[in-house]
């Protein structure tokens, strides 16, 4: 009985996971891309009158943990997306550009989609295509951070990190620096 409970939960999940992938019509008729239209789930939907909106006398800093495996080495990771569409987010309620400080920690599993397109054709024998998302975030104003133990953990040089993204000493020395900065952690990753 327990097996059998294993697999049904195991196939509802790949099904849910699949689900997530595609855009329902009545979400796809309403997204609009404020800024970064990189990937179809970067958008956001407007909504009227919203409570909480943009107060001037606040700047947004934000640090994003990015973490969790490499699931599918042929698509932009879903933490990289979830990254543009927090900043879209933030445009879309009134937040001007000049306001929004985003620092993502890359740590774990991850760290490879942060490997430079050289290094990453060589181990999966493709272009890395989270370099997209990275550049495009990094035009406006994202920073990256890889966590130097998960680097050395998992064997990537510090040549074939990408440019886009600095070497930290780890994420737990980020993620403190940036909440004694004022940053405040959001976990987008969901694994």
Known sequence: MKNLLLIFSFLLLSHLASAQMTMPDHIKEKMTYPVLDFAPWVGVIPITDPVMSYDPSLTY????????????????????????RTYNL????????????????????????VMSNDAYREKYKIDNPTILALQ?????????????????????????????????M??????????????????????
Do not use: R
Request: hydrophobic share 40%.
């Open 61 to 84: 800093k934000i640090a994003i943990d990015v973490y969790g495996s490499l699931k599918d080495s042929t698509k932009i990771h879903e933490p990289f997306t979830e990254i543009a």
């Open 90 to 113: 933030h445009i879309a309620n009134g937040v001007p550009a000049d306001k929004i400080k985003i620092a993502a920690v890359i740590h774990g599993g991850l760290s490879k989609a």
């Open 136 to 168: 495009e975030l990094k035009k406006v104003g994202v920073e990256f951070y890889l966590c130097g133990q998960s680097m050395s953990f998992l064997k990537i040089p510090q040549e074939d990190v990408t440019p886009e993204v600095k070497v930290a």
């Open 170 to 191: 780890s994420a737990k020395t980020t993620f403190v620096a940036l909440d004694q900065m004022g940053y405040t952690y959001m976990d987008v990753s969901g694994d």
